[in-house]
């Protein structure tokens, strides 16, 4: 038995990271700012501006 047949052909070394295939980075970083907008809620309005009619603060679920 010569030296190359005593190992294990079907043996695999675990890599040290996941390899992801065909993402970009700026497709990552597109998606991280659509998440972000989307998920943070829309800003109060500044104190000193009165709107025309009252906002209603909860609306009925469809």
Known sequence: MSASESKAPSEVRPRPYAPVAGVS??????AN???TLISTPPREPE??????????RHREAA
């Open 25 to 30: 980075v700026r497709d990552l970083l597109a």
């Open 33 to 35: 700012a659509a998440a």
């Open 47 to 56: 104190s000193g501006q009165q709107r025309a009619e009252p906002a209603e």
